[in-house]
């Protein structure tokens, strides 16, 4: 009896585990997904889109070359919702517009600015004219001039 019921509450936390540990998984591939997203469209426009997480979703849904990338299926564009039922967050910088953060509260459901268990990943805009003279810098030429 006591065997049994020792074998029962360590298949419960073991369990528990497993479930924490696939919500971690999923919850993480999505804050990364997204934030290669936004990444991408900031390549075409040349600006972080925003301030707020609604915009953000209406903003690469509405455009076409973001639209062709997205999973649609992202818990983002569902229901903002992480795997523990919290709203994702996303943070402009709002005085140079060229970084943000988007992040799940985590298993707490409690913002922690990225710290705790937070689950976060970094955007940053590279300053177009900064990358062009790096490129030129290295030699390379990515954009020809067509000839006329």
Same mark, same amino acid.
């Given at each position: 009896?006591?065997?049994? *019921? ?68 992202? !818990? *983002?564009?569902? !229901? ?12 402009? &910088? ?9 992040? !799940? ?11 705790? &268990? ?8 590279? &300053? ?21």
């Amino acid at each position: 009896m006591f065997m049994s *019921m020792v074998l029962l509450i360590f298949c419960v936390i073991h369990f528990n585990n497993i479930m924490h540990g696939h919500k971690f998984r999923h919850t993480t591939r999505q804050v990364i997904d997204f934030s290669e997203y936004v990444e991408h469209y900031t390549d075409f426009h040349h600006e972080l889109p925003g301030p707020g997480i609604d915009d953000v979703v209406k903003a690469l849904l509405a455009d076409e070359e973001s639209s062709k990338r997205i999973n649609k299926e992202c !818990s *983002m564009f569902i !229901s903002n919702k992480d795997s523990w039922g919290n709203e994702f967050i996303y943070q402009r &910088d709002e005085d140079n517009k060229r970084y943000a953060v988007v992040r !799940s509260k985590g298993r707490n459901g409690r913002d922690e600015n990225g710290q705790g &268990d937070d689950i976060q990943c970094e955007i940053e805009m590279t &300053d177009p004219e900064l990358m062009r003279k790096w490129i030129e810098s290295q030699g390379l030429n990515c954009c020809p001039k067509k000839e006329k």
